[in-house]
T-cell receptor, first 115, second 115 residues
Framework: AQSVTQLGSHVSVSEGALVLLRCNYS??????LFWYVQYPNQGLQLLLK??????LVKGINGFEAEFKKSETSFHLTKPSAHMSDAAEYFC?????????????FGKGTKLSVIP | DTGVSQNPRHKITKRGQNVTFRCDPI?????LYWYRQTLGQGPEFLTY????????KSRLLSDRFSAERPKGSFSTLEIQRTEQGDSAMYLC?????????????FGEGSWLTVV
């Protein structure tokens, strides 16, 4: 079964500092990987996704993530944090293979941005 | 593209009452999903429709829960004889095809509080 581990339930960074949110997956076969963002009392918005093309994936709002098979990781980064980045971030996986549809989410990492 | 629409956004109900949530997916999306999210956790898969057919139900979906998608358009999620443990946000999502190559779009969610 697929599983996702997000290290750190809370991360605080200063405005302008590097954002690094960690995600590791467990799967014998590399799955498809996603990062979603959730603002308070709202649904989920897709930031970016990895579907076996380029290992460095660029998403919206200046975020990017790198798929590292050897480390079974898909960490999310942004060079310079902005106040508007404060939200909860979820890493998710879908098993590779045609017709896969069930997302398995991590527990989320809440990002705080300090002025 | 008006996005995935869910209503009501908030519902407070007494234990033992029935509640129903509605989801209108993005038009032309034939795949529809329901997820549940409790505080401090990532969303968990509940059920999946392809057109009007309910193809999978999670073991989280007890007999008190029923989901329908008549005519492959909107969907409803009904919870009978609500319990306090049902308090959560219920998220609906939709996509044009399987999640391996197609973005799954989420709605704003419906918050349920059982008192």
């Amino acid at each position: 079964a697929q599983s996702v581990t997000q290290l750190g339930s809370h991360v605080s960074v200063s405005e302008g500092a590097l954002v690094l949110l960690r995600c590791n997956y467990s799967s014998s076969v590399p799955p498809y990987l996603f990062w979603y963002v959730q603002y308070p009392n709202q649904g989920l918005q897709l930031l970016l996704k990895y579907t076996s093309a380029a290992t460095l994936v660029k998403g919206i709002n200046g975020f990017e993530a790198e798929f590292k098979k050897s480390e079974t990781s898909f960490h999310l980064t942004k060079p310079s944090a902005h106040m508007s980045d404060a939200a909860e971030y979820f890493c998710a996986v879908i098993p590779s293979g045609a017709g896969s549809y069930q997302l398995t989410f991590g527990k989320g990492t809440k990002l705080s941005v300090i002025p | 593209d008006t996005g995935v629409s869910q209503n009501p956004r908030h519902k407070i109900t007494k234990r033992g009452q029935n509640v129903t949530f509605r989801c209108d997916p993005i038009s032309e999306h034939n795949r529809l999903y329901w997820y549940r999210q409790t505080l401090g956790q990532g969303p968990e898969f509940l059920t999946y429709f392809q057109n009007e057919a309910q193809l999978e139900k999670s073991r989280l979906l007890s007999d008190r829960f029923s989901a329908e998608r008549p005519k492959g358009s909107f969907s409803t999620l009904e919870i009978q004889r609500t319990e306090q443990g049902d308090s959560a946000m219920y998220l609906c999502a939709s996509s044009t095809g399987p999640g391996d190559g197609n973005t799954i779009y989420f709605g704003e969610g419906s918050w349920l509080t059982v008192v």
